[in-house]
């Protein structure tokens, strides 16, 4: 198809560009699919092997004819605000818009790696708001070791539903991607989503979830005073003492 750059000549030119400061352009400029199309060209650099600051790969993106570009939350989690204002003009001075971050959270390892994942997500994505960025993505593993698909499921959908709510809070949109391909779905003993009505199953739990706490969100109230926890608290350490011993 016109249009198109193959992978290892865009990775060449791209690197002989940044060598070079990038002096002009290599490869098509603008070059966009004919007809009309509800999706854009997205740049990730991260995903061919292109391993670039933000500020470059919004260049690199109007250079190669590309129309997004992949936001990356970690870097823009490290800037200051001033600095986070002149990215979030970047892309609309090289006529480019956000693609989709990443998701900064293992949700699928251990609950530890979730929950200190999870505790720096308001901040990272205060910062993707700030910068005029509207989505977030990921993309689920299609099997798994040890977990069935039921309890698979569910960990999916409890931990997800606490990321999308932090999401939510910034006016930043969770995307789900599944994988497939039967090698991939087959590699492990309980396989996992991998069709679009299993993945639609998943996004009615969340959203069910979601609309239900957004329409009638209940504060926390503590029932019981401090004393009585630290008494069912000392009660509870003197019947492990009692089991241990």
């Not at 990356?72 to 001075?93: C, H, N, V």
């Not at 990272?124 to 708001?129: N, P, S, V, Y």
């Not at 979601?210 to 509870?236: H, S, Y």
Request: include cysteine; charged fraction near 20%.
């Amino acid at each position: 198809m016109s249009g198109t750059l193959p992978r290892r000549e865009f990775l060449r030119a791209a690197l002989a560009g940044l060598a070079a400061g990038l002096p002009r352009a290599v490869g098509p400029v603008n070059a966009v699919l004919p007809g009309r199309r509800s999706f854009t060209m997205d740049l990730a650099c991260g995903a061919i092997g292109v391993q670039v600051p933000l500020p470059a790969a919004v260049v690199l993106a109007h250079r190669f004819g590309f129309e997004a570009v992949d936001p990356d939350a970690g870097f823009l989690a490290r800037q200051e605000a001033d600095a986070i204002q002149k990215l979030r003009s970047d892309p609309k001075t090289h006529g480019l818009v956000w693609g989709a971050a990443g998701l900064p959270v293992d949700f699928r390892g251990d609950g530890p790696r979730f929950q200190a994942d999870l505790k720096g997500l308001p901040a990272t994505a205060a910062a993707l708001q700030r910068a005029g960025v509207t989505r977030v993505g990921t993309w689920l593993s299609p099997a798994h070791r040890r977990l069935t698909y039921l309890a698979n499921f569910q960990q999916h959908a409890h931990r997800l539903r606490e990321i999308a709510s932090i999401l939510d809070g910034q006016g930043l949109r969770l995307g789900l991607e599944y994988v497939g391909p039967k090698t991939s779905w087959s590699s492990a003993r309980h396989p996992f989503i991998h069709t679009m009505a299993e993945m639609r199953e998943l996004i009615a739990a969340i959203e069910t979830y979601l609309k239900a706490n957004n329409d009638n969100p209940q504060p926390f109230v503590w029932t019981q005073t401090a004393e009585q926890i630290l008494e069912k608290v000392r009660r509870g350490r003197l019947a492990l003492d009692a089991i241990t011993n």
